[in-house]
């Protein structure tokens, strides 16, 4: 007898109009563990409601609980693009904190706070944040304080420091290419020169609107070969349309227009036009 009680209460609560709605039901075996009906029924939500960001929200807590942290990145996206919260903002927030992407952490904490009251997990989480930019930010000082005393090495081992607590820490990583490039030139050789390129193109990569890795590029080229104009006088020019210090600019200057006469010296010599 008591097999027919449920599904007849479930048929006078449809009649009645009491019916629980998707969304209810897929909350209710989310948090009773049943995942792969939780997940059927965020499929069904978000195809009956595409302006919900509902579904997409728990398919990231599931994508969550099953390890899977690429989807649940793009399921939490998707859930903001339908309809804002505290809580995917705060999903996103915690999965870039534990990546060490600091700077993302912060944006969608920023975007959380939008959302009030906040729980206790939102100041826990900004502490935490907190925190670790510091410390991030303490071992970036101390290497440009040895950056600017000419120890390189130890300065790219702080820079190396900085960037494994905050993986999105641009001038920190530029700085560590900066150094270990530097610290190669002082070798010098070939093989140190190609290497130091190496690592200044690493520097260009992390930030490119600085313009003193080109100009340490320009300075490896031409002291690996004197005669390769063609390579300085592309990274001088790079280097003297970005941002450098006046010093540096000068200096940029007098090698370019050095490396100029050089060439023009040469190609006449040899009949070069």
Sequence with gaps: ???????????????????????QLLIKQYEAGRLDSA???CLKLISEDTASGLGHLYLGKIYLNRADTVKALEAFEQSLNRQPSFEANFELADIYYHQLKLESAFKYLSA???????P????????????????????FSAGMELYKQGNFLMAADSFCQACQINREYTEAKYYLHLSKGRSLMLRQGEDNYWDAIVEFGKAVSADDGRGEAHLYMAKCYYQKNSEDFANTLIELKKARVRVLSPEMY????????????RKKKLDAFWGRD
Excluded at 112 to 118: I, Q, V
């Design 120 to 139: 206790d997990k939102f100041f826990t989480l900004s502490a935490l944040c907190g925190q670790a930019q510091a410390s991030a930010y303490w071992y």
């Design 1 to 23: 007898m008591k097999r027919f009680i449920f599904p007849l209460i479930f048929a006078l609560l449809v009649y009645s109009g009491c019916a629980p709605s998707t969304s």
């Design 112 to 118: 959380a706070s939008y959302f009030t009251p906040y």
């Design 39 to 41: 997940k059927a029924l």
């Design 250 to 261: 000068q200096e940029a200057e007098d090698m370019l227009k050095k490396v100029e006469t």
